[in-house]
């Protein structure tokens, strides 16, 4: 016991003696939270073409709701479809409007389509723009009736702020990060030093070797995790609707997932540019596969499935559901559950990976 107290004890010491680990660890996850989500929002900015062919009242009427909407920051008349789409091309414009001679005449079978081409590059964005265009002009629409527009219900989001949803993601991304890269780099840059194989000449043991270099950094993820949501709270008004100690618990759970990450890589290392590659190659791989960057129903089955063994898919999913729905114990277990079975094999893949040396 007395070793172990002392391995923890040396872990803080490393960690506060070195001025930009300090910083590193507590005021960079502070600067990102800061600027980051103010380039996330969920208003978009549209720049329209639009193509009059019908030159009516109807079809100015339309152009005026769509130059007096927030979200259409310019709506640009264009002589023909070949201008319009030179202006999308050029990235002048992000979608073409073309609203064909006919428009004002109603007909109920015949009426003229008007054509939207988006740019599709970025789906999420395209789809975006479709909606609140066609939101936009509907009710301009030749034989509208206003009985015709649908009542909606926002749940969870009812402001339809799509911030906080980013600055769940980008928290876990933080406490991902200092999960595994401070934990890994630690002990590769003891092996490369020689500390290592001073402490292998001492009585302390693999299991309180590798627990003292778990208990210090959980208890600075949870902190920085702490750090995150209370800055949050105060600079962006998110508020975590379910049990904030059930989120801490959660937060542990993952944490030990991704330092049980970090010992692994740093056992499969020998100095500190083999940890960066094996860290990049592991960590794109599964922040891209967790749903933080994507939509889980826009993967193919087999990236679906991959989900129940990665442990950033599952705190983002429970980060989402605890701090965005409200929802407790009961609604998390599983992903809890299953955090705490991939922690404990991470964690014994990295004590059976390692070895006592001697020189």
Known sequence: ????????????????????????????????????????????????????????????????????????????????????????????????????????????????????????????????????????????????????????????????EGRHYFVVSLLVLLITLLGVCFTSISVVNEKEKGILDQLNATPLSRHAYLTGKLIPFMVLGLAELVLGILFCHFVYGLQVEGSFLLLLLVGALFLMCMLGLGLLISTLSDNQVQAMYLIIFTLITLILLSTMFSQLGGMPMWAQHLRHINPIYLMLDCSRLIVLKGFGIRETAVQA????????????????????TSR
Do not use: C
């Open 337 to 356: 559950g299953s955090l705490m079975a991939l922690g404990l094999g991470i964690l014994g893949l990295a004590v059976l990976n390692t070895r006592k």
């Open 1 to 160: 016991m007395r070793t172990l107290l002392a391995s923890i004890r040396k872990e803080f010491l490393q960690v506060f003696r070195n001025r930009m680990l300090v910083f590193l660890l507590f005021g960079g996850p502070l600067i990102i939270l800061g600027i980051i989500p103010h380039s996330l929002g969920n208003e978009p900015r549209i720049r329209a073409a639009v193509v009059d062919q019908d030159r009516s009242p109807d079809s100015r009427a339309l152009q005026a709701s769509l130059k007096a909407s927030p979200r259409f920051i310019e709506v640009s008349p264009q002589p023909t479809l070949k201008h319009a789409l030179r202006e999308v091309d050029h990235t002048r414009s992000d979608m073409v409007i073309v609203i064909p001679e006919g428009f004002s005449v109603y007909h109920p079978t015949k009426q003229p389509p008007v054509l939207l081409a988006l740019d599709a590059s970025n789906t999420l964005n395209a789809l975006d723009q479709l909606y609140y265009v066609t939101e936009t002009w509907q009710p301009h629409m030749p034989g509208f009736r206003p009985e015709w527009q649908p009542q909606s219900r926002m749940l969870f989001n009812r402001t339809m």
